[in-house]
C-alpha cells in the first residue's frame, strides 16, 4: 500500500514537472512573439502603415471607377429606349405625308401644300432636336451597303448602280453616339441576271479572238 502511495506521488510529481516545462514553453514562445513585435522600428511601422493607406486609396477609387461606370451605363441606357421609341413620331410623320399625299381629293391643291409643309417643319425640328442630343440619321442612298448601319429589305434591278448600292430608302435608319439605334430598312441594286450573262458571254468571245 505504501508503495502504492509512493507510486502515485512519483507520478503526480513527474505530471507537475511536465506541466511546469509546458507552461514555461509556452511563456517563452509569448515572450519571444511580443519581443519580435516590440523589435519593429518606427520608420518600419510608417512604412507598414503608408502600404496600408495605399491599398485603401486603390481600392476606394476602383470603386469610384466601377460606380461612375455603371451609372454611365445607366444613363445611356435609359436614353437609348427612349430615343428608340421617339423614333415612332418621325415615322408617324412619314406615314402621314404619304396619306396626304396619296389623297386623291387633296392632289393639287393648296391645303396639301401648306400641310405638307408643316409637316417638314416638324420633321426637321425633330431631326434638330435629336442631333443636340447625339441621335443621327444614317446616310444611305447611293451608299453600298453596310451590314452594320443597314438592313436590305428587297433588291432593285438598276443597271446604272453597282450591285449591293442602296437606291432606296423604306426606314431611315439612326445612331445614338457610337451606338446603333436602328438600321436604315433599304432596296439594294442588282444587275439583271440575263444582261450580265450576256455581258460575260461577250467578255468571254471577246477574249477567244
Known amino acids: 500500500m505504501e508503495k502504492e502511495e509512493n507510486l502515485d506521488k512519483k ?34 511601422k510608417i512604412i507598414e502603415l503608408e502600404d496600408k493607406l495605399a491599398r485603401t486609396f486603390a481600392e476606394m477609387e476602383n470603386q469610384r471607377r466601377r460606380f461612375e461606370k455603371e451609372k454611365e451605363d445607366a444613363f445611356e441606357y435609359g436614353g437609348f429606349n427612349f430615343a428608340r421609341e421617339a423614333l415612332n413620331l418621325i415615322d408617324n410623320l412619314e406615314r402621314s405625308k404619304q396619306v396626304l399625299e396619296n389623297d386623291e381629293k387633296l ?28 441621335i443621327k440619321p444614317i446616310e444611305s442612298l447611293n451608299k453600298k451597303l453596310d451590314p452594320n448601319f443597314h438592313q436590305a429589305m428587297m433588291e432593285i434591278i438598276d443597271e446604272t448602280k453597282e450591285t449591293g448600292t442602296i437606291v432606296q430608302e423604306i426606314q431611315k435608319g439612326f445612331t445614338i453616339k457610337d451606338r446603333l439605334l436602328r438600321p436604315s430598312l433599304v432596296g439594294v441594286s442588282k444587275k439583271n441576271t440575263k444582261n450580265e450573262e450576256k455581258t460575260q458571254e461577250n467578255k468571254d468571245n471577246f477574249k477567244d479572238k
Open 11 to 44: 507520478v503526480n510529481s513527474e505530471n507537475n514537472e511536465e506541466n511546469i516545462d509546458a507552461d514555461k514553453s509556452f511563456k517563452s514562445e509569448v515572450d519571444a512573439q511580443k519581443k519580435e513585435v516590440k523589435e519593429i522600428t518606427p520608420e518600419e
Open 107 to 134: 392632289k393639287g391643291t393648296e391645303a396639301l401644300k401648306k400641310a405638307l409643309e408643316h409637316l417638314e417643319i416638324i420633321k426637321k425640328d425633330l431631326i434638330s432636336i435629336f442631333e443636340k442630343n447625339n
